[in-house]
């Protein structure tokens, strides 16, 4: 024993000077690079999915344990220095130029303060938590409750950004996640007790989701899954794209756009189209019938899982299924062969270039694979984890090219998408290509 302590005494110290000095290791920081291990939530129809939790319960863990997670395929791409300060950003640039910045931002889990440090970092809101001007859109992918006691103060805050981005043409798109449906449905194992005081009490806390102020911010605000356009020829955000009519790919920005969700939109989902449309229809049904069930279930635990309405539909449950838009995690975690040779189909029948998630965190980097055709964004923000503060940039221009010989307007179209950090900046994809139409 004298001897264990001995070398304890001596390797902790060290192995905590290593985790200090890892970025100036090669070595070490590939090391600090791979996925950690951590209790991400499990579909409650999984298998041992109660057993799991029971056991985490008893040993008084405030989350259920999970296997080390294998992203498979990722990379870290080189690092560039941060802008001290992003700056507002017009529609009109250079003569003629067309540009639009959108931020994205992943799972939040009840942490207000760390939200705010990466708002402002990413150019969205000040030091006093308003609106800055500094990006056309901005966009939330779920997963802002649970886990952390800050849940209230984090809905209404993005019920002010979001009135005051629309007082000066800004947009902000929110989306509802795994654990905004968990808590809805009953299924309260992720909530802590400290967060039920905020509210007041049980009953207070799900007529609050229900049919309260974050309850009807749900219904009228939030959506499973959206489609942004890049350009505004291809109309406002959420337009539908449906691949069965013939002039939608008559344009050559037909795919100029981004699909937001919070789990993943699987290749194997029978609802993506029309994007996104056919999804959110759905969402907006089987929420409606969970928010307006009376009375409401106990919550789970310690009242058995609910479940979904006996009224839902065969679409309700799928979309809460585990490859659901909500749940599935097979573009985080399969193999990068399998996922780049099925990530075009969907994005074919979707109407995007990208497709951008939260749910399966890398809690050192946003993940980008097959050349950013797929981006994952939660990178643990919530101090329930520790991860990395960050937020996803993406910069598009459409330039006109002057060519006297030529009866068509040429068009210089550019995507820049960035991962930023509170120290650097990472370039994920830089795409630019020569467009001809009239884009005016």
């Not at 694979?369 to 910069?395: E, F, M, N, P, Q």
Request: glycine fraction near 8%.
């Amino acid at each position: 024993m004298p001897r264990l302590l001995v070398f304890l005494s001596v390797f902790v110290p060290l192995l905590g000077v290593l985790w200090v000095c890892r970025s100036f290791i090669p070595g070490l920081d590939l090391v600090a690079s791979w996925p950690l291990s951590w209790p991400l939530a499990v579909h409650p129809d999984a298998k041992g999915a109660q057993h799991a939790y029971d056991d985490a319960s008893s040993e008084g863990k405030a989350q259920r344990p999970l296997d080390t997670i294998q992203l498979a395929g990722q990379h870290r791409p080189g690092h560039h220095n941060r802008p001290q300060a992003h700056t507002a950003q017009g529609a009109e640039n250079a003569e003629g130029q067309f540009k639009r910045t959108i931020v994205a931002v992943g799972d939040l889990h009840g942490d207000l303060p760390n939200a705010q440090k990466v708002l402002q970092m990413a150019g969205v809101v000040d030091e006093q938590g308003n609106w800055a001007g500094g990006v056309d859109f901005f966009v939330q992918t779920g997963d802002i409750i649970d886990r952390g006691d800050d849940t209230i103060k984090l809905y209404m805050w993005m019920d002010r950004l979001r009135d005051q981005a629309k007082a000066t043409s800004g947009t902000v798109l929110t989306h509802l996640g795994n654990h905004e449906w968990m808590n809805v449905i009953g299924d309260w194992r992720y909530v802590p007790a400290t967060e039920i005081k905020t509210f007041g009490s049980v009953a207070a806390r799900q007529k609050m989701l229900s049919t309260g102020r974050i309850g009807r911010s749900w219904a009228a605000n939030y959506t499973t899954t959206s489609r942004l356009p890049l350009h505004p020829s291809l109309g406002p955000p959420n337009t539908d794209y449906d691949p069965t009519t013939d002039y939608v790919s008559t344009s050559p920005l037909s795919h100029a756009a981004i699909s937001f969700v919070h789990g993943g939109l699987a290749p194997t989902y029978p609802d993506l189209t029309p994007f996104p449309s056919k999804i959110n229809d759905i969402s907006t049904s089987l929420l409606h019938k969970l928010q307006h069930r009376h009375p409401q279930p106990p919550p789970h635990p310690p009242a058995p899982y609910p479940g979904l309405p006996h009224d839902a539909t065969h679409a309700e449950q799928r979309l809460y299924s585990s490859d659901g838009p909500l749940w599935y995690r097979g573009w985080a975690l399969d193999p990068e062969e399998k996922v780049c040779k099925e990530v075009d189909d969907v994005l074919k029948r979707t109407g995007t270039r990208r497709m951008v998630m939260g749910h399966t965190p890398d809690f050192q980097k946003i993940v980008s694979r097959c050349g950013g055709k797929i981006i994952i964004i939660d990178t643990g923000i919530s101090h329930a984890y520790g991860g990395a503060l960050s937020a996803l940039s993406v910069t598009y221009t459409l330039t006109p090219l002057a060519d006297p010989s030529s009866n068509e307007q040429k068009w210089r179209e550019k995507e820049v998408v960035k991962a930023l950090y509170v120290d650097r900046e990472v370039v994920l994809a830089s795409d630019e290509r020569e467009v001809v139409g009239d884009f005016a």
